[in-house]
């Protein structure tokens, strides 16, 4: 078993609240690894952790064999971790051409000239035009994002993370806010990510999480309440009882 993501006995505090308690998990390399638990549950303190945006009060992260418990949100995105985020982040002025022109030249070190004539930007250009197809915001490409659909926003918040090339992807709810007849569009680029890139999913849609992921971890206040395959979380009382507000009978 290769391992791409691991945290060791992580803990966050904000003063006397323990937001995160001992968590420890593995992620095996390719997974599709998703995260569930009730609100306040801890999960999008977790992906702050992972990505560097919160520092722990004790505890590792490792990526690939690699601490990187102290590098940057920064530097992180250099060993492979992207994320999205559960409000999108967006430039609604820009095309989902130039965000993601924008997103590629950052990565390549070029994010200073990122603004020059297209014709300078030949390979970045003809990336991101591939990139837009996969993630199928072709049609939309020169539209202002913020007059796009908002499923398209969702899409495209994804497709930035992956213009870096991460070898791990987080993804904070990528079908919260979504009407109903654009989210069959986000849930099947969603399962048709490559199999190389390793996704941890945090998501209430329990048909999404159930369609996509290989295994869970249930996050309730704070602690790893439970992890198993699909079947074994389905069939858990326990997750009944505090996340499917069943009785655990």
Known sequence: MTVA???????????????????????????????????GAGKTTLINLLTGVLKPTSGQVIV?????TSLS?????????ARTFQI???FSGFTPLESVLLAINERDGFGR??????AAHLDATDEAVDLLE???????MGEKTGRIAYGKQRLLEIALAFASRPRVLLLDEPAAGVA??????VLAIVRSLPAEVTVVLI??????????????????????MVEGTVGEIAADPRVKAVYLGEDAT
């Open 64 to 68: 690939d064999g690699e601490d990187i």
């Open 88 to 90: 999108n982040q967006l």
């Open 203 to 224: 998501e209430h849609d329990m048909d999404l999480v159930f369609s996509f992921a290989d295994r869970i971890s249930v996050l309730v206040a704070g602690v790893v």
């Open 134 to 140: 996969r993630f199928g915001l072709s049609g939309v």
């Open 73 to 81: 949100s920064h530097r992180r995105v250099r060993r492979g971790i």
């Open 113 to 118: 000239s990122a603004w020059r004539p297209l």
């Open 5 to 39: 993501l691991e945290t060791r006995n992580l803990v966050k505090r904000f003063g006397g609240f323990t937001a995160t308690n001992d968590v420890s998990l593995t992620v095996e390399s390719g997974a599709r690894h998703a995260l569930i638990g009730p609100n």
């Open 180 to 185: 109903e007849e654009e989210r069959s569009e």
